[in-house]
């Protein structure tokens, strides 16, 4: 696979398994999974250059995608997050660091801070693992991203409930204001 190819499956892969299956033909389980072989077939079909797509290529993008946006399971896949239909992903919460964090504005940031994180253009929130995780994810909409700073430790013995969704990806219902505060600034190396 070169990298055009691989960055067009990609985008195909991250549409249909997070927002649009059924432009494909495919049914989603109520965890998200489609079935691998179907999935290719549904990707040979929607266009001619897609006619080499075997499931080993499906599975070394989803074993090598370094953020692990993907899981495959029993010859199923799904998106682990940034789902914009509903679904019950079931996402392990035994591995919840006491601190996550949350890219924002500077416009938005004192508005969370009043009134929680809750999802927008998604079914959950999305919070990072690290400081650089998230200003990483900031900087995809905006030059200079706040960062919050989330009691994952706190909100979980509230009740609330978080779940591991990639390697620096936890999920959320939603984030009351009281377990949200500005984080201070980590030196830390940023991934580009």
Do not use: C
Not at 8 to 21: C, D, K, N, S
Not at 104 to 118: C, P, Q, Y
Request: charged share 30%; glycine share 6%.
């Amino acid at each position: 696979m070169n990298d055009q190819e691989l960055e067009q499956i990609g985008r195909t892969m991250a549409g249909v398994l997070r927002h649009f299956p059924e432009k494909f033909g495919l049914e989603m389980d109520d965890q998200g999974f489609v079935d691998l072989r179907q999935f290719v077939n549904a990707l040979k079909n929607q266009s001619r250059r897609n006619h080499w797509i075997r499931p080993h290529h499906i599975i070394a993008i989803i074993e090598t995608d370094p953020k692990g946006r993907y899981q495959v399971s029993n010859n199923l896949i799904r998106a682990t997050y940034g789902h914009s239909i509903e679904l019950d992903l079931k996402l392990p919460t035994g591995n919840v660091p006491d601190k996550l964090y949350y890219p924002t504005t500077e416009e938005e940031a004192d508005i969370v801070l009043e009134t929680g994180l809750k999802p927008s253009d998604r079914k959950m929130v999305h919070l990072s693992k690290t400081y650089a995780d998230a200003m990483n994810a900031g900087r995809v909409r905006t030059e200079k991203p706040v960062i919050l700073e989330i009691d994952a430790k706190a909100a979980i013995a509230s009740g609330l409930v978080i779940g591991q969704a990639g390697r620096t990806v936890f999920l959320a219902p939603e984030i009351p204001a009281e377990f949200l505060k500005k984080a201070e600034p980590v030196e830390e190396e940023v991934i580009q």
